[in-house]
C-alpha cells in the first residue's frame, strides 16, 4: 500500500524576534510566522486536498509547528512532531563556526553533492533525502498524511530545484 503524502511548506517566516538573541544561525529555528504566514497558514488549511488526511506530521521548528498547529485546529486532524523533518543543516557537526547562508549557497552551487573539499560542513541532498524518507516510513500504514516542513525538504522528495512558495503544496505517493 501505497501513503499519500501531503507536503506544506510553513507559512512566511520572521526572524526579528532571533536574530538579536542569537547568534548562531541556530535561532533561525525558533522564528514564528509573520501576520501574513499566519494568514496564509488560515488560508491553505481550508483546502480540500486534506479532506481524507489521517494525521499531520510536522518539523519541531517553529515555523513549521505553527503552520501545523493552524491546519489541525482548523481541520481537527490530530499533529504530532517528527523530529527529523527540521530544516537542512548547514553544519552537520552542529559546531557552527561560519555563516550558514555561505553554507547554503556552496550547497546550491554544488546541486547538493558535497565534495571532500568544501569550505562548509553541510548536509547533502542525498542525506537530507535519506533522513527524510527514513521519517516518513514511519507512517507507511497511514492512507493520506499531511507532512508540514520547509521548502528544502520537500524538495529532496520531489527535486532539487523545486522552489516551493510559503504555504505551497506538493503531494507524493510512496
Known amino acids: 500500500m501505497k501513503t499519500h503524502f501531503i507536503f506544506v511548506r510553513h507559512g512566511e517566516p520572521r526572524y526579528d524576534e532571533v536574530h538579536h538573541q542569537w547568534k548562531q544561525s541556530v535561532g533561525r529555528n525558533f522564528g514564528r510566522l509573520s501576520e501574513n504566514g499566519e494568514s496564509q497558514a488560515e488560508e491553505v488549511a481550508k483546502n480540500s486536498v486534506f479532506k481524507d488526511a489521517e494525521l499531520i506530521i510536522s518539523s519541531p521548528y517553529t515555523r513549521a509547528l505553527q503552520t501545523a498547529a493552524t491546519i489541525s485546529r482548523v481541520t ?3 499533529l504530532t512532531v517528527e523530529n527529523d523533518l527540521h530544516e537542512w543543516d548547514p553544519d552537520v557537526n552542529q559546531i557552527f563556526d561560519y555563516d550558514g547562508n555561505l553554507a547554503f549557497e556552496e550547497y546550491l552551487k554544488n546541486k547538493g553533492v558535497h565534495h571532500v573539499m568544501d569550505q562548509y560542513r553541510w548536509e547533502s541532498y542525498e542525506d537530507l533525502k535519506k533522513r527524510v524518507e527514513l521519517a516518513l516510513l514511519k507512517y507507511k500504514d497511514y492512507k493520506n498524511v499531511i ?19 510559503h504555504c505551497g503544496i506538493r503531494e507524493v505517493d510512496m
Open 147 to 165: 507532512v508540514v516542513c520547509h521548502g528544502i525538504v520537500i524538495s529532496a522528495i520531489t527535486r532539487f530545484d523545486d522552489v516551493i512558495e
Open 76 to 78: 481537527g486532524i490530530k
